[in-house]
């Protein structure tokens, strides 16, 4: 059904602008990396170096002209991230294109 709404939605889009697509839920770097440490399990640690520079001061995506398209998100970050990991988890079973290291 998310699919058929997808395709629906990006097939009457017809202008030549980028359309992004995001949640409009901000997060930092640091929640980022968090949420895939926790998903993926890793039980390192992170180290920021402050007394560099930050980068852009907001980091989130401006999906108004898709939502103006009549879509919205339905999965939340960690969702989308624990989902998109166990995708990618059973494809590397099924094939040689992973190669552990």
Known sequence: MRQ????RTVKHYSGEDHVNVGSAEEVTIAQLAQVIAEVVGFAGRFDFD?????GTPRK????K???DLG?????????????TYQWLLERAKSTDAFVQA
């Open 4 to 7: 058929r709404r997808w395709r």
């Open 60 to 63: 989130l995506l401006d999906s």
């Open 50 to 54: 402050s007394s560099k520079p930050d």
């Open 65 to 67: 002209r898709l939502h």
């Open 71 to 83: 879509w919205d998100s339905r999965t939340d970050l960690r969702e989308g991230i624990s989902r």
